[in-house]
């Protein structure tokens, strides 16, 4: 079988598979983005994230992660939702309304793989899903879907940003991707302009130590630090202000996911029914959600931080 026929096949299996958009890239080593992720941790601005310290050589070369690896597939999946949940008082980031999208994708990428083992033979490759240290926003960039915005968000020309990246590192040669070859961000700042925080620097350059997600879900300090206080704009979990104020996600469609449809009582919870809630109760409803990451204390301490 002859390349453009096997890369083809595998992108009609990618949306079989219920992926959206699917690109293909040579694995090489990131130079470049080695020496920028260096810089980065070497101010601090991954806080108090050291699992980003850890597997640098394999962030940034894919033969570490799959021995003879040829190819990086990049997928990705929307998940804006179809019906908006009342973002008022507390708010919750899209991305964490539905079911955890580590075992939706996870599922999806173990059917893609069958798939592709059943028509082209006993291929080697590994999916990642924030499973790993894979820097997937730079796979997906050099594989012709879209371009790393100045809020370090994948934008899709076509589609926007809210997207879940997969990503599949495969020992197969296959026909590549042109990357894009512009940004289009040009020079809008709307992104670094409306971050409550400051978190979006100029040059692509996000403080992840400084942003409203960071707080909210990766720091596990009972206490917030008091120079945040009024700049949440009543995000309880995650932050989307970067991605709804940028120009393309007027793009943005409602994700054929099923899985990712908001539960009921993120829909419809009030600021009393989140003071009222019970640790037995936010581990029956949020058992297959994102926001159990933060734990049930984070969330009470979340909510204290923005009420005050």
Known sequence: MNLSDRTHIIKEIATQSGFDYCGITRAIPLDE??????Q????GMNGEMKYMEN????????QKLVPGARSVITLLLNYYPAVQA??????????ALGED????????????????????????????????????????????????????????????????????????????????AKDYCGSCTRCIDACPTGAILDNKIVNGSQCISYYTIELKDMLIPEAMKGKFDNW??????????????????????TAFSPIPEILNFSTQDWE?????????????????????????????????
């Open 55 to 62: 597997y640098f050589e394999l962030r940034v070369n894919p």
């Open 101 to 180: 999208y580590h075992t939706v994708i996870r599922t999806k990428l173990n059917q893609f793989l069958a798939c592709i083992k059943e028509k082209l033979g006993d291929i080697n490759g590994r999916g990642f899903v924030d499973s790993a240290p894979v820097l997937e926003r730079t796979w997906a960039q050099r594989s012709g879907l879209g371009w790393i915005g100045k809020n370090g968000n994948l934008i899709n020309k076509s589609s926007g940003s809210f997207f879940f990246i997969a990503t599949l590192i495969t020992d197969i040669e296959l026909e590549y991707d042109d990357p894009l």
């Open 40 to 43: 980065w941790l070497s101010r």
């Open 236 to 257: 309880l979990f995650g932050c989307d202000v970067c991605q709804e104020v940028c120009p393309w996600n007027r793009f943005s469609s409602p994700t054929h996911e």
């Open 33 to 38: 983005d080695a020496r920028r992720l260096e």
């Open 276 to 308: 009222e809630l019970t640790e037995e109760n936010f581990k029956k409803i949020f058992r297959h959600s994102p926001i159990r990451r933060a734990k049930f204390s984070g969330i009470k301490r979340n909510l204290r931080f923005i009420s005050q």
């Open 86 to 95: 009342r973002q008022t008082d507390n708010k919750i980031s899209r991305y």
